[in-house]
């Protein structure tokens, strides 16, 4: 079995688009999310709008009992590791979602 991965899922044209006053769900990432957390992974949803706004969407796409958190995206990192610390992930493009 693979080992259990932390994954942070973006909202903003990654879980969903925005046209006008209208949210469209993206619907491979959405998935995604779904057979991550079957899977067994922790997953924490983030975003420049905040942990509310993280939230609230996540809650309308019926998918916040997937996420173990709700975070604002981070403005700073202090860390050890510097510009390494993104060394070892694994970035998805929405695109690719349903790919991995």
């Not at 993280?54 to 009992?65: N, Q």
């Not at 604002?72 to 202090?78: A, F």
């Amino acid at each position: 079995m693979e080992r259990r991965r932390i994954i942070y899922i973006d909202v903003d044209d990654t879980l969903i688009r925005t046209f006008g006053t209208k949210q469209i769900p993206v619907t491979s990432c959405v998935d995604y999310v779904r057979r991550m957390h079957a899977d067994g992974h922790t997953l924490y949803c983030w975003s420049r709008g905040g942990a509310e706004y993280s939230r609230d969407v996540a809650a309308s796409l019926g998918i916040d009992d997937c996420f173990s958190g709700f975070l604002p995206k981070p403005d700073v990192v202090l860390d050890d590791r510097g510009a390494d610390l993104l060394d070892y992930c694994e970035f998805i493009l929405p695109s690719n979602a349903s790919n991995h």
